[in-house]
């Protein structure tokens, strides 16, 4: 009957479909290893004494893995065009993870911020199906921002007295830049409402600095942590 | 010392004056709101004995019980809803409504219940503002039961006919069970499309299902005499199963 | 600078997707209503007594205005190919109830289950941009399945004995069929799981007017109840 | 029957009031948009090196286009006699932030707060219909306080050593005026006790800068920061 | 200090009505398990075929025991007067079985209700220290009003067809009786409300027997199900 | 007709008579915990009143402060928990607890918050019911507040110390904040000890919990006010921060 | 350092008991699979008219399949002695189903219950170290009860009139032999309390069947529905 | 019969059970009480001023209450070979507890981590039948480590400014042999996951130290604040 035919096409549409979500589950469990592995080599960079070049370069050893990863997530979905966003959450908040990452390893290196091309470059991206959702990328941004805090209280006391005025600044122009945003009232709004927090107290640090002659007069240097 | 002068002096200062006003803007109307939550307890308390003494209701002694139910209803109103009244002036009306509103709702609960109970129908927000216009101030705007704590108050009364269309039903009364059965069919429709345009729909939706709940007890009732009913039929020859069941409760109990 | 050009991108996209979905809503809302007024229209079939041709009529008369709703909502999305799933959730739980509601009045005149197809047909979605979700259409139905238990304790309440042999048979089939599919835990599944609750009271209510000897020997006449 | 007709009339009102609250959710949109705006001016008072005038002259420019839009909401709400609370929940938290916003820039401007007519004055909301709720304007005043140990770490940070005085006095006296309050377990209350926190960490700033012999012997001098 | 001797004390006793619950709960357990025997007893009046007198005598026999129990109950409670309603918890639900059960027997017994005063003589708690809640009592009626459609159905079965007449009347007087009291909305009022679907339920089983003629013309003899 | 004449004959049976009394057990019962419900009211906002007064001790006006608030106090307890006694009589005063409990809990807030601020001790159980002794009537047995309600009371009291602590800090009373750090940590260790033996611990579990985050942050204060005192010591030549922290806010504001 | 060592073992013996899990897992959603396949064979026993054989032999084929996989199950445990119970989670709920169809079936053949040890020798559980937990057994023979009403139900409907009897006289000894036990107040003992409501339902129609004379008068047939 | 049998041997398997679960639940009471006599000493490590050694031996007396407690729990599974994890969850908080508290007391008195064997040697679990579960181990590092910012702040407060670095040294090599595990999404997972904010505020206290210029050289005494 009709009724048996459909039923039968939808039981192949579903099961294939849900092997898609089961490869892609995959690749993202891996993206989330690597993350992992990424973050603890970061972890060093909070520790006191200067952080060596090293632990830099081992975190970026991970990005080719990634890129690689993404590959395959790309060519999973490209088995489905237009569903990219169907399968959306099982990736996200990987994602999002990684961009954090990489713009808190590119900050480490160039001073800047990671650019939205400049990740999807750094992931291999670049092609017109695949993209890095700029919302992921944003939520990213903020959980950079949220490390902050932590870095540059931990340079301080490493003796590192420069650190928080150039995170300060860094911090003040990217909240400036994020203001421009007329953000919904959703995850990523909530993430950006926090941002503040990570300024507020990188502005308390910076205090701390000033107030007790120890930060330089800076702005000729502009260099960063892990180069020095 | 004079570092205390210092500090007592600040103390007449124009801030202070004006967080004097703030604090008795604040006392008075915490004080209010208390009389008010209190005036509601009362009202949900004596409106749920009114709820209770319809109930009593059966085919034997309607008459004096509708009227003890009536008395007491006006009790409700002259004793506890006039002193609500006064409170309630101008703005106060919407602002302390959470304060009052379970009062208001129940109240609203117990006299449609009433009114459905004695003439079968609706009574309506108008009706219930009417009676409550001698307990009002002439001179003033008179108060009147809003929408909202109506319609949340009939949702509730759907609950009380279900309870009462059960009963009905032992009592052999099927007539009046169906009657029920249509009127609170009908309730639920008119809410069903009221409902998107509440103030705050979230507690209404879950009373809507409650609502639901009521009416599906009820059908499931009325299916059941029926099936039984439909069965006697050709046991009996007869065509009408209500009366036949109605017959034999009255003789052999 | 490139930061600022960035974010000036941002806030243009995030704005257009922002009015994108400000006009998905609304069109949404609109369906929401059109699929309230035809709920309240056949909530009437649930009446005690014969239920009159123009309860059904009145529930139809809306299926036109769906359809132009879901036409403009149709013409939104073709604005940003490949993102139907990115804003779905905008107007999922609304077609879940519009399908629910087709398939039941689909029933009473035919007493067969709409199929997906003819869902879309109603709707006017049989062109390959946008169509009906399957697992959307999937949840109608068992939206319809939840309204089948009341329905026929009241028919018989009204005297038509024949219902329940129907729609048990109905939904005997509908829920052999939904086994077929290996669901996901998830929504979708949850509401197949009830839909068994719904088997066993339409089989407790045959059983009540069999066993009194109610049921007609039926299979002869295929209509339902509204066009007796 | 007359049962519809009531709920007819019901609907009828209840979509009244619905776009009414639709009117009302514009112009509260739009305060929020204005209160943004000075939000943005005034987040150049944090910013290190002395603050011009034109930062507070542009946030002042604002409170003429918010006197204009509670005139507004003020209209619409004058078709609702007596239901000022009704609505009260669609422009409160926007009307909390206007009150921290302008106590904020009087404030910068006198070294005074703001009183409640004052306030109300500002916004043209003098008449009897349509005022400042005094909770609203608390709450609002609550805000504010929040804001001023961020100000007092950058203001010092910026060299300006004798604001952390002048906020301490302000704080102390405001924080005594508010205990002349007895506040129910809610929102405000809340709000209040987070104000000791506010005036411990002001406390700390100025004995910072005391100890250190950067504060000027103050008194002599009641301008603020900005016309310093 | 002081401090340490105020708290000591409390811990002294608090422990001291820890094990005062600890034995009630011992007892309360022994209570428990004599309803279960005397449930166990009961369930064969269920059974087909004619009850024999011994099903009640062996439930009697348990009376004994549990009037033992509770007089234990009353001397725990006796070594803290007025504090009944402190430990009333740990032994509500079963007395309210007990009620249910000995009001059940009874009922077979004599055909009447067993009143508080009656339920509180067979338990032996008739002076005034230990009483017997009403609303255990009320309650505990409601649960002996739950058994009776299932007793009433299963007597039917067993060809005891003067059953239902019977229970129906002495249902309608205890549903008429009720009907007096002003319920919260608690326990026993939902309780009560069940009390409706159980009479409606005998209601349906006596005019299944009276329809078929099998109903005898009742009201000469007194006697119940068991001594028949 | 007979079958009218049945049914109101059964009317007189035993079985209704009992349940009038029942009815009037009910009634009487329902209503006594109506008024008790709000006297406890009554007593939550006056004794939450009493604290804000309490709040309001400066180094410049703790006499009169305290003194206000002793009055307060004593007024509580001639208007409301006077009412209270006379309601929860014999067996009453465990039966209705949940229906007085907030509000004796919040008068024992009340009431140590007010002996801490004025001696710096904790006022005991028992010297609390002693206060009571002369609101009961002399031939009956005195009501006490039950240890539950205490320790639930004190359990609130270390939130209130809390505020305390951190505005005295503000205020310069270093000492005396040390001396609320430590009195919290007493009693939150004694705290630790008497929980699992308590009637029913699962709410006082989760009042320990935010007693702790009260100590936590008395102590953070203390750290706080600590760490800048040391950093300025060497600064100054001086060893002992507090009495150093103390002098400026005297001199300057 | 012994730090590092001890961690290095913990990730091993994790990763170990994470990768045996991950078997557990495996084989267990392949028994539920199973008997998911059982399931819908033996929904055939509900359907109206007389059940074919080859409906149960279909089922009975599984079997043969679950013997296969708690074979594999049983394997795995082997691997890590004494840890049944540390696992017994991840087939706990599987395990009960299958309990609950193999007694459905074997009721059905023999009319009989299927005893433990019967269970475990269909499964091939009869070894030492890798049993059927009992309280999994009494939680499937619970799950057994809850179909009846439903099988009992249709049957009737089917007009098989005897069923009732013969499902009555199972379910009440069942019953008793429940009772015996002192169950704790856990999953299985709810699981329990609902066995009462499954042999009132029965009790009803069994009432039903007889007082309309429908019932043959049994005992002398001791086949079952399938067989006859 | 042989169901009467079954059942007769499943009533005295349960009550077997049932009576060791009690007895397991004796000890595992008799533990918890214990562990709060430890907890109440240790609070006073917290006290302002030197934390005198009584402190310490007071707690360190219940070790051997504890080791015999642990004695008789291990005699009690002893009589159950392999079921060990049946009855895990009815000791299991209160020995991640006794974890946490062991650690934490060693820790203070020779700065090192109490390793899995340590704990199991001072419990007297070394033998193999009956030992301390790892996981369990690890969720009471996690709970010590909660400790630990309260602890250092008091420290700190007390004059002891060498103590943060100490224990933040101690932190962050445990979180770093943390990380190495790959925990399952659990109750260790999320207890894990809070240990970065101890470590984040026990740096921040670090910072506050060093910044101020308190922080003493250290490294060259290795001792803890309670022996100073
Ligand atoms: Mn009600
Ligand atoms: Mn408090």
Not at chain 1, 48 to 74: N, T
Not at chain 2, 121 to 140: F, G, H, M, Q
Not at chain 2, 163 to 179: T, V, Y
């Amino acid at each position: 009957t009709s009724l048996d035919k459909q039923f039968e096409e939808f039981r192949t549409q579903l099961e294939e479909s849900g092997s898609l979500r089961e490869r892609i589950r995959g690749v993202a469990m891996e993206i989330e290893s690597s993350t992992r592995l990424m973050q603890a080599s970061l972890l060093l960079v909070h520790q006191s004494g200067p952080v060596p070049v090293e632990v830099l370069e081992k975190a970026k050893a991970q990005i080719d893995v990634l890129k690689d990863q993404y590959c395959r997530l790309a060519e999973v979905l490209h088995e489905c065009p237009g569903q990219y966003y169907r399968y959306h959450g099982d990736w996200r908040s990987e994602t999002q993870s990684v961009a954090s990452l990489l713009a808190f390893m590119h900050w480490l290196e160039t001073g800047n911020l990671l650019l939205h091309t400049e990740a999807e470059e750094k992931l291999g991206l670049n092609n017109l199906d695949f993209g890095l959702d700029i919302e992921d990328y944003l939520v990213g941004i903020c959980f950079m921002s949220n490390e902050m805090p932590r870095y540059v209280v931990n340079r301080v006391t490493a003796g590192d007295y420069d650190c928080p005025r150039k995170v300060l600044k860094f911090l003040t122009d990217l909240h400036a830049s994020f203001r421009m945003l007329n953000l919904r009232n959703d995850f990523l709004r909530k993430k950006f409402d926090g941002m503040k927090y990570d300024l507020r107290r990188v502005e308390e640090v910076y205090y701390d600095v000033k107030i007790r002659g120890l930060a330089t007069n800076g702005e000729s240097t502009g260099d960063q942590g892990v180069q020095a | 010392s004079s570092a205390k002068r210092a500090r007592a002096m600040s103390t007449d200062s124009p801030m202070k004056e004006a967080f004097t006003k703030y604090a008795d803007y604040l006392n008075n109307l915490n004080d209010k709101r208390e009389r008010v939550v209190k005036a509601s307890r009362d009202i949900t308390m004596n409106s749920k004995k009114v709820i209770f003494q319809v109930h009593r209701i059966s085919k034997y002694n309607r008459d004096e019980v509708l009227e003890k139910a009536e008395k007491d209803l006006a009790a409700v109103r002259d004793q506890f809803i006039s002193r609500l009244i006064n409170e309630l002036r101008g703005s106060d009306f919407w602002k302390l409504r959470r304060a009052y509103s379970p009062g208001v709702q129940e109240y609203v609960e117990a006299a449609t219940f009433f009114r459905f109970c004695k003439t079968g129908t609706l009574l309506n927000l108008d009706e219930i503002n009417a009676t409550l216009l001698p307990l009002n101030d002439p001179s003033l705007e008179p108060l009147k039961i809003n929408v909202l704590d109506y319609i949340l108050g009939l949702a509730d009364l759907t609950g009380e006919l279900m309870r009462l269309a059960i009963g009905r039903i032992s009592d052999g009364e099927l007539e009046f069970a169906e009657k029920i059965c249509r009127f609170v069919r009908d309730i639920y429709r008119e809410l069903t499309l009221i409902v998107p345009h509440m103030d705050d729909s979230s507690d209404m939706k879950t009373k809507m299902d409650t609502m639901l709940q009521s009416v599906m007890k009820i059908e499931n009732a009325c299916f059941s005499i029926h099936v039984r009913g439909s069965e006697y039929m050709p046991l009996l020859g007869s065509s009408e199963p209500s009366s036949f069941l109605l017959g034999v409760s009255d003789i052999e109990l």
